[in-house]
T-cell receptor
Framework: DAMVIQNPRYQVTQFGKPVTLSCSQTLNHNVMYWYQQKSSQAPKLLFHYYDKDFNNEADTPDNFQSRRPNTSFCFLDIRSPGLGDAAMYLC???FGQGFGNTEAFFGQGTRLTVV | EDQVTQSPEALRLQEGESSSLNCSYTVSGLRGLFWYRQDPGKGPEFLFTLYSAGEEKEKERLKATLTKKESFLHITAPKPEDSATYLCAVQGGNQGGKLIFGQGTELSVKP
């Protein structure tokens, strides 16, 4: 019954070594989000796709990139992870209707450790 | 700029002790306010959506209300299993579906 699936749940990567996190959904939602959440902090929006349109947040570092090859899948690429990028990365989806979106559904997250 | 502030940051209750969590927001053209529950190490779990001032939603021991400036999550006779972080998020107009979160309230309910 999982609707938003993130893989892997835990990822350990070396400082500076590129890493990719994946997200898939079975809800057929047209909006997909990537959030970064550090301990005891609010989820911080990195970027989101509204259909095929990519919306990058102004303060998202260039080190973070995203790809959405089709409706169901979305990837987060970190080109050169630093120690400060260690966090929980959350993928979410919602249905956008122009006048507003439905509630967002989240995956279980990927806990990234940088060593 | 859209902004969401939650208070208190942490709340400790005894089992059965009712209380409320606050979410104050500043947004251009509110399109929706969302409440989530997050357990440690997991993704947020959707609870409620509120769209307009005066709207109320209920689910078991939880009740969410909305005014033009804030939302409250009322917890009636909480149980230890209600312990979690409760997050509030808003979606504003002209934002292309962007969802902005508050920092959350960490609720602990002791037996």
């Amino acid at each position: 019954d999982a609707m938003v699936i993130q893989n892997p749940r835990y990822q350990v990567t070396q400082f500076g070594k590129p890493v990719t996190l994946s997200c898939s959904q079975t809800l057929n939602h047209n909006v997909m989000y990537w959030y970064q959440q550090k301990s005891s902090q609010a989820p911080k929006l990195l970027f989101h796709y509204y259909d095929k349109d990519f919306n990058n947040e102004a303060d998202t570092p260039d080190n973070f990139q995203s790809r959405r090859p089709n409706t169901s899948f979305c990837f987060l690429d970190i080109r050169s992870p630093g120690l400060g990028d260690a966090a929980m990365y959350l993928c979410a989806t919602s249905f956008g209707q122009g006048f507003g979106n439905t509630e967002a559904f989240f995956g279980q997250g990927t806990r990234l450790t940088v060593v | 700029e859209d902004q969401v502030t939650q208070s208190p940051e942490a709340l400790r209750l005894q089992e059965g002790e009712s209380s409320s969590l606050n979410c104050s927001y500043t947004v251009s053209g509110l399109r929706g306010l969302f409440w989530y529950r997050q357990d440690p190490g997991k993704g947020p779990e959707f609870l409620f959506t509120l769209y307009s001032a005066g709207e109320e939603k209920e689910k078991e021991r939880l009740k969410a209300t909305l005014t033009k400036k804030e939302s409250f999550l009322h917890i009636t006779a909480p149980k230890p299993e209600d312990s979690a972080t409760y997050l509030c998020a808003v979606q504003g107009g002209n934002q292309g579906g962007k969802l902005i979160f508050g920092q959350g309230t960490e609720l602990s309910v002791k037996p």
